[in-house]
């Protein structure tokens, strides 16, 4: 598992990625550094619809340095390319052979879906629910919110005493983020170095060619 670089500020990275639901279409956008998660609801999921919701999102929380997406129609268009040269951001798509660069949003939508499921099922408020996620500690103690806007979001739940962020927050979320490494690095196995006229099968799209040689090393 390559562990992506942790930004030093709020909004500076942040993930988005398309879902569907119970028969409607949703957006999804991250935040790197609080995992603070914007959800909008889209009558279609065309450029322009996507691009728009987008825009209503960073005119709220700025715009990001940095977009990760997937390779979906909707962010590999001219359209979108003109969006982040227009709102100066660097938009950064993950190769449809390796979707897991765009992790962190994938793993949003799944806290989403699963907050929507949960709501629908007991008949709850989905805004509610999202309120409630945001304003909810993480594993180190803060909640996305708080990581986010500095401030402690008002619920209909009871809450702890104001605290303020840890000094410490980046060592301990450095040291999660390890964690979480170690545990998915348990179910891989590392490459071995390959050599000139080893035997080989390459990769594309799913299925493995026929058998190659490694002819030699054009880089470490």
């Known amino acids: 598992m390559v562990l992506t670089d942790l930004p030093e500020e709020p909004w500076h990275k942040v993930g988005t990625d398309l879902f569907h639901l119970d028969g409607r279409h949703y957006l999804l956008v991250i935040d790197y550094y609080s995992n603070y998660p914007e959800v909008v609801v889209l009558p279609n999921i065309s450029a322009v619809t996507v ?3 987008l825009k209503s999102i960073f005119a709220r929380q700025g715009i990001p340095h940095v977009v990760y997406s997937d390779n979906g129609p909707c962010y590999s268009c001219q359209e979108f390319h003109e969006f982040a040269v227009d709102y100066d951001f660097l938009h950064i798509a993950s190769s449809p052979l390796f979707p897991q660069s765009n992790g962190k949003a994938e793993k949003g939508v799944q806290i989403v879906k699963h907050l929507l499921r949960e709501a629908k099922d007991s008949h709850a408020d989905p805004h509610l629910a999202l309120l409630n996620y945001r304003a909810s500690p993480l594993a180190h103690g803060v909640s996305p919110a708080e990581l986010l806007m500095g401030r402690r979001l008002r619920t209909t739940l009871p809450f702890r005493d104001a ?22 690095d348990k179910s891989t196995r ?14 594309d799209s799913g299925r493995w060619s026929r058998r190659a040689a490694v002819l030699g090393e054009v880089g470490p």
């Open 163 to 184: 605290h303020g962020v840890p000094q410490d927050l980046g060592f301990q979320r450095r040291s999660l983020q390890l964690r979480q490494k170690r545990n998915y």
């Open 190 to 203: 590392s490459l071995e170095p390959l050599v000139q006229n080893d035997t080989v099968r390459v990769g």
């Open 51 to 53: 691009i728009s919701s």
